[in-house]
């Protein structure tokens, strides 16, 4: 911390002396970014530490935990998730507790403000599962989770001490959260009313897979994420429904600035919105631009300006600068740019006088229909990079999806959900949320029928890691730049589209050695189809490739191994076994395959295996998930601890060598 906070305190006071004296903007723009530099670097460090949390072992037993269920999560392919404050963990002393954890519970989840016990496995929170990959242990550090825990009995009524008043606090606004958001699905049905739920106040629990499958397919699953578009449409139809009332009152309207009366009621709708959705990251940078647009129309400032945006950047970046790598707040922020940079450029209207209101109905949706196609092809451009870089995955028709769906949910989903949020806890919200369901039913069937279109979803690989950043320049150069110039940014734009892709693997191993895929003529084949299927899937998408299960034929599988017939079969023989192999069991893996990964810790070789590259329970406990090339000196490998470097959410010891 220190040697970051002495070069930050230097820089600034260079950058501040140096405007001092007046050099000229030459000389002061460089100190004031390298100045930028180490405060970001002071304030990331500072962030990190102020949120550092005890993270829980890994225990080799399931063990006994009692608390606190802060709220429920989205539900994983193995049950319904919740968060929980441990109160107490068996075999874990208070100081190395962590403080929440995100447990999946069999059967239907606890509600908010419950004290249960569980019988559960515990383990840190996962790291990525390929070099390079997501990682939810980063996500998790700033998050204050300090591990998972998977319940391996039924949730058990605890009898604990009464919390500390924010964690009951915390509770009861979430409880309030989940009551909303059963009332809802009690009205609509679990169909229609998860979709409505969740984007009501979060929750995902009773969202069918098939349909969130189909709304990521077609292009439509940030609308299910509440992020900017909700802020926009809750903050934005305040506004207009008081702005409206305000001019409709003449003596009112006369004496207050209807403007300015609505831009505070909007901030008041924003920010309780933020409240009812569980304050989620992306919603909370959303809720700070949408605040920030409110609040410069009460200094009387435009609005809608770049420099708007990047004050509001600014103070995202100052609360949580972990959100700079994050998928969300880039794209969120270079569609915002790309817009403001599109309604600068675009031409004023030219209204004319004594038309017939049939030619001027007509004009007026032939330029409401432009206006629609154009920001969502801009909007879509500007995050295409960022998509195809993190998700892999190109909705081929989501321009078609968005346009059909984006008036239903601008007019009448969210504006309805809204009104019946507020008037359902009085019994009122009947026909509003009526009228959002129908929203949703028709918004469900346009995301299953764009799906089901072929070639609706197309998988690219991830471009290197530098690549990203010269797209983002790109789409920078592209949103600042004024006139036709700034046309010279969009072959930057474009790189991660164009530039060409890494040698692909021959080989990925899981973390902890439970699972291998090895690639054969553009498929992923999974030794173990359904065993740690996200990480496979995630593993496949990256490098482009469609995941296969391994064929029947020409493998031989038992309790805790498969290994192929011959190399024609596959690359690698996989043991998954607790136990150790013993020498018979381990020279017949090493004759099946060039390849051998041991999930046990091994402690002699038989000769069968010399020449074969071994990794075991050793390699993954330093390295976790690996990836593996197949040259003419031998085979290379790429850990995920390597790519993860040292940090405090990782593990250490990750610096070790990999025998050729």
Not at 105 to 129: K, S, Y
Not at 306 to 331: D, K, R, S
């Amino acid at each position: 911390m220190w040697p970051l906070a002495v070069a930050a305190l230097l820089a600034t006071g260079l950058w501040l002396g140096a405007r001092m004296r007046g050099p000229g903007r030459v000389v002061t723009l460089p100190l004031m970014l390298v100045a930028c530099l180490f405060l970001g670097l002071a304030g990331a460090k500072v962030r990190a530490e102020r949120v550092a949390a005890p993270i829980a072992p890994a225990m080799a037993e399931p063990t006994v935990v009692e608390g606190w269920v802060v709220d429920v999560d989205s539900p994983g392919d193995r049950g319904h998730r919740i968060v929980l404050a441990p109160a107490w963990i068996r075999a874990l002393e208070p100081a190395v507790t962590p403080i929440r954890l995100r447990a999946t519970v069999r059967g239907e989840p606890p509600r908010p403000g419950e004290a249960i016990r569980l019988f559960a496995i515990l383990n840190p929170p996962p790291p990525p599962a390929s070099p390079g990959a997501y990682d939810f242990g980063r996500n998790a550090w700033f998050q204050g989770l300090g591990g998972t825990a998977f319940a391996l009995g039924e949730t058990r009524e605890a009898r604990l001490a009464p919390p500390p008043w924010r964690l009951r606090l915390a509770m009861a606004v979430n409880g309030a959260r989940f009551a909303l958001a059963q009332r809802i699905v009690g009205r609509l049905g679990e169909r229609t009313g998860g979709i409505a739920a969740a984007m009501t106040t979060g929750h995902e629990t009773w969202i069918a897979r098939e349909d969130l499958d189909a709304m990521r397919d077609s292009g439509l699953a940030h609308i299910l994420s509440i992020s900017g578009l909700h802020m926009a449409i809750v903050g934005g139809f305040a506004f207009f429904v008081v702005r409206l009332g305000v001019a409709a009152w003449p003596s009112l309207a006369l004496r207050v600035s209807g403007k300015k009366v609505a831009a505070v009621v909007g901030l008041v709708a924003v920010w309780s919105y933020l409240v009812l959705s569980g304050a989620p990251a992306p919603a909370q940078r959303a809720a700070i631009t949408a605040s920030v647009a409110f609040a410069a129309i009460l200094l009387d400032r435009p609005a809608i300006t770049m420099h708007a945006l990047a004050v509001a950047a600014m103070v995202v970046l100052i609360l949580q600068p972990e959100a700079i790598v994050t998928p969300g707040f880039q794209m969120s922020f270079a569609a915002t740019a790309a817009l403001v940079a599109l309604s600068e450029a675009w031409p004023p209207r030219t209204r004319e006088l004594s038309v017939p209101w049939p030619i001027a109905a007509f004009q007026s949706v032939r330029h409401w229909l432009v206006i629609a196609v154009t920001a969502s092809l801009v909007a879509g451009a500007a995050t295409g990079p960022f998509a195809v870089q993190h998700f892999n995955r190109a909705a081929m028709y989501g321009l078609v999806a968005n346009l059909t769906t984006s008036p239903i949910a601008d007019f009448v989903m969210m504006p309805a959900l809204a009104l019946g949020a507020l008037l359902e806890p009085v019994g009122l919200g009947g026909p509003f949320l009526w009228v959002a369901g129908k929203g949703v039913d028709l918004m469900l069937a346009i995301g299953h029928w764009t799906a089901g279109l072929p070639g609706a979803v197309r998988t690219i690989a991830s471009a290197p890691d530098y690549v990203l950043p010269i797209s983002f320049l790109g789409v920078l150069f592209l949103s600042l730049w004024q006139g036709r110039m700034r046309w010279l940014g969009l072959p930057f734009a474009c790189a991660v589209l164009v530039w060409p892709r890494a040698p692909t693997p021959a080989v990925w191993i899981g973390d902890g050695g439970t699972n291998a895929a090895f690639s054969a003529g553009g498929a992923a084949v999974v030794v173990r189809p359904g065993v740690r299927q996200f990480a496979a899937d995630l593993w496949s998408r990256r490098r482009g490739l469609t995941l296969e299960p391994r064929p029947g034929e020409g493998w031989a599988c038992l309790r805790s191994s498969c290994a192929p017939a011959g190399a024609a079969s596959g690359l690698v023989a996989l043991w998954w076994g607790k136990a150790a192999p013993d020498r018979e069991q381990l020279a017949a893996l090493c004759a099946s395959a060039p390849l051998v990964s041991v999930r046990a810790v091994v402690q002699a070789l038989p000769a069968a295996c010399d020449g074969k590259l071994v990794l075991d329970g050793l390699d993954y406990q330093k390295g976790g998930s690996v990836e593996l090339w197949r040259t003419a000196q031998g085979w290379r490998a790429v850990w995920a601890a390597e790519v993860r470097g040292d940090r405090p959410w990782s593990r250490p010891g990750y610096v070790f060598d990999v025998p050729g």
